[in-house]
């Protein structure tokens, strides 16, 4: 692909703020198609888990039926808080990364045929396993198994790799900028997680309309904010890593 003049990628040093320009730019230029799948990906699963969450905290306390609503609720709100991130920064690589960062416009029918949704699903559920499984061992192989594969569904979209192939070149990538990947990615997705526990913290006692509204404006704002800077940073460290 032929990038536009002026972002000349992989030129110059690799900074947190020109990665955060590129993904300012692609969030202006890309608006409408930004926030609607953001809408999609991250708000449904918002409502289910407030819906669910509200369930678990009103039910009566009969024969024993409000403990499994409460677990129920508890782990399908821990997955669809987790699940999604990967495939929707790969929808955000084609949809709005490829124009503004290479000058290739593509009709939003386009996108959805081209996309690689199998693959980006797959991985969408490797990451979530994985870091699952790291957060669950003293969080620290986590957040480094997040770190390292956070950046995966940016690389199958841009190289169009398969599954296998798109983590190994994902640790290579990532882990020639890890400060950089802590700063944009895995500190905004702790942030995310703080900010929704500390959003459904002062909305407790709150009717389900509002605590569904908070978990959508956490959601889809910070969800967008996040997929947009994976997709910058993908690039940066593409162009700078050629296989």
Do not use: C
Request: hydrophobic share 60%; net charge positive.
């Amino acid at each position: 692909m032929t990038q536009l003049r002026g972002h000349r990628l992989g030129q110059g040093k690799l900074s947190a703020s020109r990665v955060a320009r590129d993904a300012l730019g692609m969030l202006r230029q890309g608006f409408r198609r930004v926030v609607i799948v953001a809408a999609i990906v991250f708000a449904v699963p918002a409502v289910l888990t407030a819906a669910l969450e509200y369930t678990a905290a009103s039910a009566p306390p009969l024969a024993g039926i409000a403990v499994p609503i409460a677990v129920v609720a508890f782990g399908t709100a821990t997955v669809l808080r987790l699940f999604g991130p990967v495939l929707y920064a790969g929808f955000l690589d084609e949809a709005v990364g490829k124009e503004y960062l290479f000058g290739e416009h593509e009709t939003f029918t386009d996108v959805l045929r081209n996309l690689p949704w199998l693959r980006l699903a797959a991985a969408d559920l490797i990451v979530l396993i994985g870091t699952s499984i790291g957060l669950a061992l003293f969080i620290v192989p986590g957040i480094a198994f997040y770190a390292l594969f956070g950046l995966v569904g940016p690389v199958i979209v841009q190289e169009r790799l398969t599954l296998l192939d798109a983590f190994r070149r994902t640790f290579r990538l990532t882990r020639t900028a890890i400060p950089v990947v802590l700063a944009l990615v895995v500190v905004p997705v702790a942030a995310e997680h703080a900010l929704h526990e500390l959003a459904l913290a002062a909305l407790h006692d709150a009717g389900l309309g509002v605590r569904v509204l908070a978990e959508w404006l956490v959601a889809v704002v910070v969800g967008a904010t996040i997929g947009l800077l994976e997709v910058a940073l993908a690039a940066e460290l593409i162009a700078r890593n050629p296989r």
